[in-house]
């Protein structure tokens, strides 16, 4: 069964950093191009960034470009988001998900998904 488990989410105030990890287990992890996704209350799920297996390619949404930085280690089955320089506009649950393909802001591509973890952003 295959499961990805997000934590380090919380509360910090603007300007401020966070460190998002992402715990898979039950799949060959370095299959799998790592994506994370947001959700903000009434909003549709975003696509924040994304890398591959191998972790030589990463893509990122313009707003979080020079400020998220996506890293993997096919060790310990992990995927990281850094998080720097937060605005309160980056208020929203973080979820990581898994993709066969490359890495995608495709919502549809990714197959497997976490709970997700809640990023508050105060101003």
């Known amino acids: 069964q295959v499961q990805l488990v997000e934590s380090g989410g919380g509360l910090v105030q603007a300007g401020g950093s966070l460190k998002l990890a992402c715990a898979a287990s039950?799949?060959?992890?370095?299959?799998?191009?790592m994506g994370w996704f947001r959700q903000a209350p009434g909003k549709e799920r975003e696509f924040v960034a994304a890398?591959?297996?191998?972790?030589?390619?990463?893509r990122y949404t313009d707003s979080v470009k020079g400020r998220f930085t996506i890293s993997r280690d096919n060790a310990k089955n992990m995927v990281y988001l850094q998080m720097n320089s937060l605005k309160p506009e980056d208020t929203a649950v973080y979820y990581c998900a898994a993709s066969q393909y490359d890495p995608s802001p495709a919502r549809s591509l990714y197959k497997h998904w976490g709970q997700g973890t809640q990023v508050t952003v105060s101003s």
């Open positions: 039950g799949l060959r992890f370095s299959n799998y191009a």
């Open positions: 890398i591959s297996w191998e972790g030589y390619t990463t």
